[in-house]
């Protein structure tokens, strides 16, 4: 029986894997990382000095720690594996920036989109309801908080994470592969309930990887996802 073009695919993959030692160690960081941003803030908020605040506090403080570790922790590791932050000339082309505003302009979009989709297939009102999650999950806790956890901390850890660890290093030379397990593991850790809630997040995070072939830069990616995070963030306190 002749080996069909995924099973080559599946079989490059294992091989790439296999023989790069970069490669041998990301995973397991990269899930490292994933099950510390998960853990950490239920074990920072035990600690003295947090567990005697208020408990919205508390829990802010502790999440805002733990996203900071891992932020740092992911930044750290890329940089280990040779990626640069500070490389300035793609940040001066005019393509990263075209990139970016077509990022801004598609997430939006996407959103709309999947609103009335939701309203077709979930009933009138799943957009509203999207809505009303958005203003609940930012106004229930402290706004410094839910500002630098939505429009800063999260795009980092998260590009850094998805976009970063994955796309550059883990599917190196399967994009296609690497597009989709990026996408579907960021949608996943944001819990959607519906096939709709998926698309609420597949579609933004295939946005989000394509930036980042097109311009092989992880900070076009954050860019677009931390100015998407702050419209809807803005919203929020406009309409509340």
Not at 116 to 144: F, K, M, N, T
Not at 192 to 199: K, Y
Not at 201 to 212: D, L, M
């Amino acid at each position: 029986m002749p080996t069909t073009g995924l099973a080559k695919r599946i079989t490059r993959l294992n091989r790439t894997w296999t023989n790069d030692p970069r490669i041998a160690l990301t995973i397991p960081l990269f899930l490292v990382l994933v099950a510390l941003s998960l853990a950490l803030p239920y074990a920072l908020v035990e600690l003295p000095g947090i567990s005697s605040l208020p408990e919205k506090e508390g829990a802010a403080v502790g999440i805002l720690a733990s996203e900071i570790t891992c932020a740092l922790g992911g930044w750290g590791l890329l940089h280990l594996l040779g990626y640069r932050f500070s490389e300035a000339s793609p940040l001066r082309s005019t393509r990263f920036w075209l990139v970016a505003a077509l990022g801004c302009l598609a997430v939006p979009l996407s959103d709309e989109i999947v609103g009335r989709i939701g309203d077709l297939v979930e009933g009138a009102g799943y957009a509203a309801g999207s809505q009303e999650e958005h203003a609940d999950s930012i106004l229930s806790s402290p706004l410094w908080h839910t500002f630098f956890s939505i429009n800063v901390l999260g795009p980092i850890f998260e590009e850094i994470t998805f976009r970063g660890l994955l796309l550059k290093y883990v599917f190196t030379r399967h994009a296609v592969i690497g597009v989709v397990a990026s996408t579907l593991l960021f949608a996943f850790i944001h819990s959607p309930a519906t096939a709709v809630d998926w698309l609420n997040y597949v579609i933004p995070g295939a946005i989000f990887a394509v930036a980042y072939y097109a311009t092989r830069r992880l900070e076009a990616s954050i860019l677009i996802h931390a100015l998407t995070n702050l419209y809807v963030y803005a919203g929020v306190l406009v309409a509340g």
